[in-house]
């Protein structure tokens, strides 16, 4: 997952203000493993596309919207 602004992802806390935001991957190329760890929210926000052949794990809970 990827970010944009001033505090990555492990130190964003709620009421994070403009200009930082947080966007995430819509395609996914490669056999991957995404790990969220517990005690922690994760979350993946629009279409997201698997490419034929890749596998993508999940360990942990995530929740697409």
Do not use: H
Request: glycine share 12%; charged share 10%; hydrophobic share 30%.
């Amino acid at each position: 997952m990827s970010y944009i602004g001033n505090l990555p992802p492990s130190t964003a806390t709620a009421g994070v203000s403009e200009p930082n935001y947080f966007y995430n991957y819509s395609d996914l190329t490669i056999t991957t493993t995404t790990t969220v760890p517990s005690g922690r929210n994760g979350f993946i926000q629009g279409e997201i596309t698997v490419a034929g052949g890749v596998t993508w794990t999940i360990d942990g809970t995530l929740t697409i919207l």
